[in-house]
């Protein structure tokens, strides 16, 4: 799961994108909950290191990183194909709930944010197994439903915790640099590189390898789908630097292979047309 990969979520996010600029009356339609299914989706595996991947890799000092306080036990769960994890009633003082999906076979994961992540044969002995994140707490926010396969098994842990908030970095060149969190993505995003080292990739080499960039461009669902066709089978790197974004310390891998089966979010936070 170190490769970045588009799928069908990808697709209609783009479509969503597409809608929000043919209909004019609409201008507001990208809205944030999109906005986070298109970074999510695509960032599937916590390649792109969010306060949740940055906690996995140990990297809690990422500037954009929240600091994380647990609160109570954590709870393990074993399930076989899609299943709704109920967490109960929040403790004071908590404002998320963090979760650690294990794969005990191949299959593929779907969550209510939009987010997707897969296993194949050779993740299941591997760190590439296990995808960490955070859900939001809400009112009356108290369970959250995982899609996937009805032969995939998988494991899941979670806890509730309190989430203090930190700011991006600057480095000498003025850019931003850190983990994707609330905010967005600064101009240097957390990630980590094939070679299994922490780094950061300019936020608009990564827009432009994964079509953000050709989404602003498109005007018809003709040529959003021309240019998805296209991609079928790419596979981009870009490079992977030191905060200083000029010391290039290993690669990012964007695929479009097709190789995994996409499931649907059990609740799509991206309108489809």
């Known amino acids: 799961m170190n490769d970045l990969k588009f799928d069908e979520h990808f697709s209609q996010a783009l479509r969503s994108e597409l809608v929000s600029r043919v209909e004019k ?14 970074g999510a989706g695509i960032f599937a595996g916590a390649v792109v290191l969010g306060g949740a991947g940055a906690a996995a890799s140990g990297l809690l000092s990422i500037p954009g990183a929240p600091v994380i306080t647990p609160l ?3 709870v393990t769960e074993t399930h076989s194909g899609p299943a709704t994890v109920q967490f109960g009633t929040a403790p004071e003082g908590a404002k998320s709930v963090r979760l650690k999906l294990t794969c005990l076979t191949t299959g ?8 997707i992540s897969a296993c194949k044969a050779q993740d299941l002995t591997a760190p590439g197994n296990v995808t960490q994140f955070d859900i939001p707490l809400t009112p009356g926010k108290e369970s959250t439903s995982i899609n996937t396969q009805a032969g995939s098994q998988w494991q ?3 806890t509730f915790v309190d989430e203090e908030p930190t700011n991006w970095a600057t480095n000498a ?4 640099y850190g983990a994707q969190n609330e905010k ?4 240097l995003v957390a990630v980590k590189a094939t070679n299994g080292l922490m780094g950061y990739v300019y936020n608009a080499e990564l827009e432009d390898a994964t079509g953000m960039t050709a989404a602003l461009s498109f005007k018809t669902r003709e040529e ?3 240019w998805q066709e296209k991609q079928k089978g790419k596979r981009i790197s870009i490079p992977v630097y030191e905060s200083d974004g000029k010391t290039v310390i290993g690669e990012f891998l964007i695929s479009n292979d097709d190789e995994s089966t ?3 979010p059990p609740s799509s936070p991206v309108p489809i047309p």
């Open 173 to 176: 060149n003025g850019d931003t």
């Open 108 to 115: 593929t994961w779907a969550y209510e944010s939009g987010a």
């Open 224 to 226: 959003a789908l021309a």
């Open 262 to 264: 996409v499931v649907p």
């Open 156 to 158: 899941i842990s979670w």
């Open 25 to 38: 009356a609409k201008p507001a339609r990208r809205t944030k909950a999109a906005r986070w299914g298109l």
């Open 184 to 187: 967005g993505l600064p101009q």
């Open 72 to 74: 109570g036990s954590t």
